[in-house]
């Protein structure tokens, strides 16, 4: 499942940069285009013209990752390799991660990414296969399918 996990995370990453460039491509071209050529002291022109806005491209990979925890309880890399994320607390129930989880993953997910990775290196030691991510916000991976299928009923 470690495989399918780094998989997932790589589509999802790149998913995450081709999406939030597109969408810093269309707003910047929206503002060039509706501003006067002319001012060169419109501040928003300016930014517009700028080559680099980390801050914008860092908030729309965020986004990416804790929107689609927060109302899915997966990304689309996680749904493809037939992953999802619950909540270790309760582990019978196998519950969706809320809002406030899925913020607190990605926060910790972030901090995994900008320290070069380190926090990914814990599901080597533990046994469970917890990143240091899932262990700071009481979520966790696990298949699809093993989510306890409904019972049915039948009527005599």
Not at 3 to 31: H, K, M, N, P, Y
Not at 38 to 45: E, G, I, S
Request: charged share 20%; hydrophobic share 45%.
């Amino acid at each position: 499942m470690i495989g399918r996990r780094i998989l997932s995370f790589w589509l999802d990453f790149f998913l995450a940069i081709f999406q939030t460039s597109f969408l810093l491509f269309l707003v910047r071209r929206e503002i060039i285009a509706n501003t006067d050529i002319n001012d060169a002291f419109n501040p928003v022109r300016q930014w517009a013209l700028s080559p680099s806005h980390p801050l914008i491209f860092t908030g729309g990979l965020f986004l990416y990752f804790f929107l689609f925890m927060a109302l899915f309880s997966e990304t689309p890399g996680l749904s493809l390799f037939g992953l999802t994320l619950v909540r270790t607390d309760d582990e019978g129930d196998r519950k969706k991660i809320g809002w406030k989880q899925a913020l607190s993953r990605t926060l910790m997910l972030s901090l995994s990414i900008l320290t070069f990775g380190t926090g990914f290196l814990t599901v080597f030691a533990n046994n469970r296969r917890l990143a240091l991510h899932d262990c700071l916000s009481g979520t966790r991976v696990v298949r699809e399918r093993s989510f306890p299928s409904p019972q049915t009923t039948e009527s005599h």
